[in-house]
């Protein structure tokens, strides 16, 4: 870290090489297009290699690029879909929320599914959230950010990540529960 | 704590947000209530397996446009 931040750039390739694929993973989460996911990555680690000298080391440098990341992200995904993203709450009732009726998945429905068919499912429930949800969730769960710092990279307050990574973990479960129960689609 | 609670106070649970009374209260309830055991567990699991999946591959081209780039931008620097 010390070397790329001096100007060392095969550190800086180093540091690419290493989180190249997390920040893909991100940038596809986030816009779910993968040319969008693409000039959002490059954009991000061109961002960082001009800013490292800002960068403080007492932040992880990990999260630090992640908020490059996310925002390179969003800033497409709002033009791409300007009325489907807000920095206001989304309004929703809760009833589609609120579990109808509870079956159980049965012991370890993910060794039911190969890896790339498990891995279809993550990407096709996810798709179907509403964006603010997502990115609350992607951010939050799937990149491991604190609620503090998933406010941070949004410009949300806490209270609103809180209620949104609510929502998205429960329209998750609802629609992975139509997929796990036993005996379901599989 | 009922029902309602526990669905509002899943997520909070899952990440031991949960002040030690109103934790202790949701618990009483898991333990009464099979359906919402089940829920809360679910939730978790959805959590995990989303946090824990593998990461995918990046596509070899779209790395190498993402290398080729970057080199022109640190050659640029150096001109």
Redesign the interface.
């Known amino acids: 870290m010390a070397a790329a931040k001096s100007g060392d750039?095969a550190a800086?390739?180093e540091l690419?090489n290493r989180y190249?694929?997390?920040i893909?993973?991100l940038t596809?989460n986030i816009t779910r297009n993968r040319e969008d996911a693409?000039d959002s990555?490059?954009d991000a680690?061109?961002k960082a290699?001009?800013h490292l000298g800002g960068f403080q080391e007492d932040s992880r440098f990990y999260t630090w690029l992640v908020r490059i990341a996310a925002n390179e992200a969003l800033m497409r995904l709002r033009k791409r879909r300007p009325n489907q993203f807000s920095l206001d709450e989304p309004i929703e009732s809760d009833d589609d929320?609120?579990?109808q009726e509870?079956?159980?998945?049965g012991p370890s429905?993910?060794q039911r599914y190969a890896?790339t068919e498990?891995?279809d499912i993550?990407n096709g429930v996810?798709d179907q959230l509403q964006p603010d949800f997502r990115v609350a969730?992607v951010l939050r769960?799937?990149e491991?950010l604190s609620?503090g710092e998933t406010a941070e990279a949004l410009g949300i307050s806490e209270a609103a990540v809180?209620s949104r990574?609510?929502r998205a973990?429960?329209k998750?479960?609802q629609k992975?529960?139509r997929i796990f129960r036993q005996g379901g689609a599989h | 704590m009922n029902c309602d609670g526990v669905i509002r106070g899943v997520s909070s649970y899952i990440d031991g947000e949960l002040g030690i009374a109103i934790r202790e209260e949701f618990e009483v309830h898991l333990k009464m209530c099979r359906d919402c055991a089940i829920f809360v567990q679910q939730t978790k699991f959805t959590v995990e397996i989303f946090s824990t999946a593998e990461l995918p591959d990046l596509p070899a081209d779209t790395r190498s446009r993402l290398h080729d780039k970057l080199r022109r931008k640190i050659n640029e620097g150096r001109k």
């Open positions: 750039a800086f390739e690419v190249e694929r997390k893909f993973r596809m693409e990555m490059q680690f061109m290699y001009s929320v609120i579990p509870i079956e159980d998945w429905p993910e890896q498990m891995r993550l996810i969730f769960d799937v491991g609620t809180k990574l609510l973990r429960l998750l479960r992975l529960d």
